[in-house]
């Protein structure tokens, strides 16, 4: 168990992403940086306005859903992730967010985003897929 003035205490424990349940029966829980991990891919996966009570939580980028696979659209792209988890997800901060298309999949653009975690200082990497077309694989 983590100490509440510990780092692993700030990072906290939370539900898991997908949310699952152990077998234990108990739901399962992400832990210190998994947490974080977890959340920014939530921060990313919710559209804004997809919750009822929390309208402006989320990221832009579901706004971008079909537009034209160019650098312009990179860097939108780019922007509304760097603008989201700045603003919902204050344990990070965020290094660098680049964003290209996947090799052999101008429709699926890569998100790539570097962070570090203010309480431990330890940088991480996560790369986001998104699909510019629905049914994009």
Excluded at 20 to 37: C, K, L, N, Y
Excluded at 56 to 63: A, S
Excluded at 84 to 111: F, Y
């Amino acid at each position: 168990m983590a100490e509440p003035g510990s780092a692993a205490g700030f990072l906290g424990v939370g539900w898991g992403f997908p949310v699952s349940v152990t077998d234990a029966g108990q739901i399962g829980r992400a832990r210190g940086e998994d947490a974080i991990r977890e959340a920014i891919w939530l921060i990313l996966s919710t559209a804004k306005g997809e919750r009822v009570m929390r309208p402006d939580f989320g990221c832009g980028i579901h706004d971008l859903v079909f537009a034209v696979g160019n650098a312009t659209t990179a860097g939108m792209v780019a922007q509304h992730v760097r603008q989201a988890l700045i603003l919902w997800e204050p344990r990070v901060e965020v290094v660098d967010v680049q964003v290209a298309p996947e090799p052999g999949a101008p429709a699926v653009l890569l998100i790539r985003i570097e962070y570090r975690v203010r309480s431990t200082n330890n940088v991480f990497n996560l790369v986001y897929p998104y699909y510019l077309e629905r049914g994009a694989t």
